[in-house]
């Protein structure tokens, strides 16, 4: 029987290679490699810094942190997400609110942003100290509408991106900063490179980069100009605010640089498998992703609507009978028990449940074979007719 995943990592010989080194070394933890491979992701992206992390999770909360966030704030984010988007806005102890997608990219819908501002500054609501958006499926946002909006409306624009390492807007790659105060990626096994775990943010600006390093591990700083009198020695160290251990270790960092060197291959087979599906999908009763005109996707998903929602659970019983792991992304936030007891309910946001209601991801990675695709188009097909 087959066993074909929604999602899987690719390691190859000099990936084992990096990390043995490193396990040779001196250093396990945070050492040299995790410096290699920030300066590897912020030069690839084009940004001034990288900071990396033990997740996107811990890189999410501390965005928000940088950001100011805290007890009595309240950060917006989409339904159509991963719960970490929404949570780390409850880490700061801060509110959560959500804004609808737009029906054809799956994304934060900007128009429903510009309008649930405009409301909440006509009616004297609080606005959000921060928004984060996602790049669905490895496609960015409407970047340029929402900074003119950041600008407009002073909340700090926190791009999660991590379905999107690789990806582009306009001229520039995703995480150039060049719309976003801070931009997230995820290096969990099943996105575009990996670090087992791990997570990174990338940054423009110098007062942020410092919070976020600061965050990042403890509080604690060695550098003598913010340290409160005179260091005492190259020993010395000051807590200077309340951090936490979010590094990642030096093992994690040399199997991302290694990966880094390959994401290229990675984004164009990932390409060239969805526009495979699109060919091979177009005659079947499902609506294929659309990607918008000034966009390249890096397709962490493939993501298809089935036209009859009320089916969607005998077709994913049935794929995964088949040995095709498929999967659902993803149940709304807002819809979720925890999100309930905090006052959301179904019906807030219909176009993210509409979506929830008919999605299914198809298998998307960089080893799946095009024989391999076959059998998933073939045995949706017999599924669907």
Request: charged letters at 20%; one cysteine or more.
């Amino acid at each position: 029987m087959k066993n074909i995943p929604y999602g899987r990592q690719h390691i190859d010989a000099t990936d084992v290679q990096a990390v043995e080194e490193v396990l040779a070394s001196e250093w396990l933890t945070q050492g040299p490699q995790v410096g290699n491979f920030e300066q590897a992701v912020a030069y690839y992206c084009g940004a001034r810094y990288a900071a990396a992390f033990n997740s996107a999770t811990s890189a999410l909360h501390v965005a928000c942190l940088a950001a100011g966030v805290g007890a009595g704030d309240v950060v917006w984010t989409v339904p159509n997400t991963f719960v970490a988007s929404a949570n780390c806005a409850l880490y700061c102890c801060a509110g959560v609110d959500f804004v609808d997608i737009d029906a054809r990219t799956y994304n934060m819908d900007a128009d429903k942003l510009a309008d649930k501002l405009a409301s909440c500054r006509k009616n004297n609501a609080k606005l959000p100290k921060a928004v984060v958006v996602v790049d669905f499926s490895g496609q960015p946002c409407d970047l340029a509408k929402i900074r003119k909006l950041a600008d407009e409306y002073g909340f700090t624009f926190i791009e999660d991106a991590s379905h999107a390492i690789g990806a582009t807007y306009e001229n520039g790659k995703v995480g150039d900063c060049a719309y976003a105060d801070m931009t997230v990626f995820s290096f969990h096994p099943v996105k575009i490179i990996t670090t087992g775990e791990g997570g990174m943010i990338t940054v423009n600006d110098d007062r942020l980069q410092e919070k976020i390093v600061l965050l990042r591990s403890h509080g604690i700083t060695r550098d003598a100009s913010l340290m409160e009198g005179e260091t005492h020695g190259a020993w010395y160290y000051q807590q200077i605010g309340l951090g936490f251990n979010y590094r990642m270790t030096d093992m994690q960092a040399a199997l991302g640089e290694s990966q880094m060197r390959r994401i290229d291959s990675f984004l164009a087979r990932r390409r060239q498998l969805a526009r495979q599906y699109d060919e091979k999908l177009q005659d079947l009763p499902l609506v294929t992703p659309y990607v918008a005109g000034n966009v390249q996707s890096a397709w962490h998903l493939y993501v298809v609507l089935l036209k009859d929602g009320a089916a969607r659970k005998r077709v994913f019983d049935r794929m995964r009978s088949a040995g095709i792991m498929v999967n659902v992304h993803y149940i709304p936030v807002h819809t979720q028990q925890y999100y309930k007891k905090l006052g959301f309910a179904a019906g807030m946001f219909p176009v993210a449940e509409e979506y929830y209601d008919k999605c299914l991801s198809l298998p998307m990675y960089y080893g799946l074979t095009d024989d391999e695709q076959d059998y998933v188009v073939k045995t949706l097909a017999e599924i669907l007719r």
